[in-house]
């Protein structure tokens, strides 16, 4: 089977999943109590406004056509319309968040990667030496801190203390210079998105640089006690030409797999982070969602964050079966 | 009789898959029954015993559940008759008290750190070591029993799933991706939003997200269980499938379980804290740990302390159950040790 195939299939096989996060969160969302019409026009107003907020936003049919509407809506890409926010389409307010969430988790993915693959291989390359105690230590530490207190502790050291980083918000690279404050030029703009990121990422993606870290070290251990490695140091190939050119790849197969898997808690984290700094993103969103009932909204964010996470998974078997061309298409399908 | 037969077996296979390893003690004159009863665990414990780092892990589990125990026992048994007698009462405001002062030793715009609160006051006057170890409650008790009830539907699931294959499999496991591809976070927050904010749906919810962890690992297993020879040979001598995965494909697929539980069990506990945080979970004046770190948010400059003790409780348990966890990893399955 070719590779357009088999995304095709996998694509095909992520429909069901995604029809059954949309009816999941419908029912879940859908057995709050309260009525969300009377949020809207607060406690005191009269039963026949109530009504009307409740026809125009569809709440007075039965749900089972409720859910029918909705789901019928999913699939021409149409989430509903928010309550909250005065009856914005659903789609248009994620789209409106999403970068920022984006940005926040690629900067965080970058600052993982970056730090846990250089350490699991040096940790991996000198086994039971200190570096490798530190860097398991680091790790250890990184799986069990919860990281939103990393984030109060990094604000508490950096913002408060020495005053050097800001605690809140993002600045997108992309924003207009006379917009941000003390930018001037697009460089300034970038030194501010750079400056604005730093410890939100490294609040969210300690977590992610752990479990990597982990898996790497482990990984690369198991690919250097291959007899294949044996044989290259048997023929005088140096240490690091043996890591660089004939572990390294082999290793990355149950780092992607981890990457992928840890997509989930990276999303929950994201909310985490971005309420401990006052990000707007995504996380947000949601959260507002919740506390003032907005159906639609939680409905749209929370089937959004799952169609992300069930195109991360194809997105990483894919990456698998590019990584490894040993990896057959066709495994999948007996 | 046909139970007996696959009893054999099953500690002959196990004999052969922790043969080099075992202490060769239980291989002469024992009865086969005792056997295949102890050598798992006594193995596995005195493999945990002499693993330094997990030891320190377990001494930590087992200091705060007795923490919490107590603090359960003083709260649910004696109306905190304990705490309001020889402490401070750990909910109610107290008269008089200085707010946010900082632990013995440092000073703030507040005061100066006394004995009487070694850790310092929270931003009501209340003292906050207290406050952290009725805190414990909340952590142990969601992160233990949300795990149980998790593994254990996750393991029924994943079993009957792996073992009987076919439409089953394909609805279960369609259901449990579904599942598992809402974040998990998320997911608990939705339920709750549903259900109710307080600290027994925050159970129920984190429970349900636990789920998937195990139907996959338990499913992944057992498919590879399911076709070694003791079981087909079961099969041949007439053993009901329900026994046969009960009795042989569970407890043979059994070992990566009790890793992941003991892992899950830090996992919860973050994700708990992070609930907490959120507004979802315990809510106030009951003290939790993630609830703790909330309030603090508004007195991080004028006293920084108050947010760090939340946190390094949480940083402490969860160290203890990721420790146990590798190493019960590394002495249930020695190929994986590194």
Known sequence: MSMAKYTVRRLLQAVPVIIGIAT????????????????????????????????????????????????????????GTSIHYGGAPVLDKIMERLPITML??????????????????????????????????????????????????????????????PATSLVMPWADPTTVDGAATRMDVLRETFIHLLMPSITLGTLYMAAVMRIERSSMLEVLKKPY???????????????????????????????????????????LTETVFNINGMGRLIITAINNQDYQLVMGTTLF???????GVIVTDLAYAWVDPRVSYDTEAS | MGTETSDTTETISRRSSD???????????????????????????????RDRTALIGLYIIGFMSAVAAFAWIDSALLDYAIAEQFWYHPERDPAGTVTLLPPVGFENVFGQGTWQHPLGTDHRGRDILVRLVYGSRIAMTVGIVSTGIGMTLGTIVGAVAGYWGGKIDD????????????????????????????LTFAMVGVSIATVPVFARLIRSRVVSVREEVYI???????????????????????????????????????????????????????????????????????????????????????????????????????NLRN
Do not use: C
Not at chain 1, 251 to 271: E, H, K, N
Not at chain 2, 174 to 195: C, G
Not at chain 2, 232 to 259: K, Q, T, Y
């Open chain 1, 229 to 271: 490695i044996d044989l290259a140091r048997a023929y005088g190939v140096s240490e690091q030409r043996i890591v660089r050119k004939h572990a390294f790849r082999n290793a990355q197969l149950p780092v992607i797999t981890v990457l992928g898997l840890q997509l989930t808690s990276a999303i929950g984290g994201a909310v």
């Open chain 2, 19 to 49: 043969g080099p390893e075992m202490e060769p003690e239980p291989a002469d004159g024992e009865g086969p029954e005792k056997v295949e009863a102890n050598v798992g665990w006594r193995y596995t414990l005195s493999q945990i015993r």
């Open chain 2, 171 to 198: 609805v279960l496991m369609r259901i449990v991706e579904t599942i598992y591809a809402i974040p998990f976070l998320v997911l608990v927050i939705a339920f709750m939003a549903a259900f109710g904010r307080d």
């Open chain 2, 232 to 334: 087909e040979a079961a099969r041949a001598v007439g053993v009901r499938d329900r026994d046969i995965v009960l009795r042989h494909v569970i407890p043979n697929s059994f070992a990566p379980v009790v890793v992941q539980a003991t892992l899950q069990v830090g996992v919860n506990i973050l994700t708990v804290a992070g609930l907490s945080f959120l507004g979802f979970g315990a809510q106030p004046p009951t003290p939790s740990w993630g609830q703790m770190l909330a309030q603090s948010r508004g007195f991080m400059l004028p006293d920084p302390w108050f947010s760090v003790w939340p946190g390094l409780a949480i940083l402490v348990t969860v160290i203890g159950f990721n420790v146990v966890g590798d190493g019960l990893r590394d002495a249930l399955d020695p």
């Open chain 1, 305 to 311: 964050f799952g169609v992300t996470f069930v195109v």
């Open chain 1, 24 to 79: 999941i969160t419908f029912f879940l969302i859908n057995a709050i109590p309260g009525d969300p019409a009377r949020i809207l026009v607060g406690p005191g107003a009269p039963a026949d406004m109530v009504d009307a907020v409740r026809a125009k936003y569809g709440l007075d049919r039965p749900l089972w056509e409720r859910y029918l509407t909705y789901m019928w809506g999913v699939l021409q890409g149409d989430l």
């Open chain 1, 104 to 165: 926040l988790m690629a900067s965080s993915f970058v600052f993982a990667i970056g730090t846990a693959i250089p350490l699991g291989i040096l940790s991996a390359k000198r086994r039971n030496q200190p570096t490798d105690h530190i860097s398991r230590l680091v790790a250890l530490f990184g799986v069990s801190t919860p990281s939103f207190w990393i984030g109060l502790m990094l604000i508490i050291v950096f913002s408060f203390h020495l005053d050097v980083l």
